[in-house]
């Protein structure tokens, strides 16, 4: 059963830093890709960012490119997002997630099957 958890949510003021991270266990196969989303409350997951597991190509969206970088660990199945020039409109719920296969765009979330619980973060002074 391949779950995913992710670590390093918090408080952190505009401007600041964090680092996500994601660990996979119970994986039985190379994923395609993992990513990160986020969701704010009463709206829909938001793709910023995803790896290639096996390439390591990363993609970014528009609002995250230049402050974000996503990072992939085959050996240790993790995948880390650090968080740079974090601004208020960056606080919510980020999950991780695992898309085994398939062919449809990585920047959707139906393209993932498996997905962690979450962690929020916090940007505010």
């Known amino acids: 059963q391949v779950q995913l958890q992710e670590s390093g949510g918090g408080l952190v003021q505009p401007g600041g830093s964090l680092r996500l991270s994601c660990a996979a266990s119970?994986?039985?196969?190379?994923?395609?890709?993992m990513g990160w989303f986020r969701q704010v409350s009463g709206k829909g997951r938001e793709w910023l960012a995803h790896?290639?597991?096996?390439?390591?190509?990363?993609v970014y969206a528009d609002v995250v490119q230049g402050r974000f970088v996503i990072s992939r660990d085959n050996a240790k199945n993790t995948m880390d997002l650090q968080m740079n020039s974090l601004k208020s409109d960056d606080t919510g719920v980020y999950f991780c997630a695992a898309a085994s296969g398939g062919f449809v765009d990585l920047r959707f979330s139906r393209a993932y099957g498996y997905w962690g619980q979450g962690t929020q973060v916090t940007v505010s002074s």
């Open positions: 790896v290639l597991w096996t390439t390591g190509t990363s």
């Open positions: 119970g994986l039985t196969f190379s994923p395609r890709s």
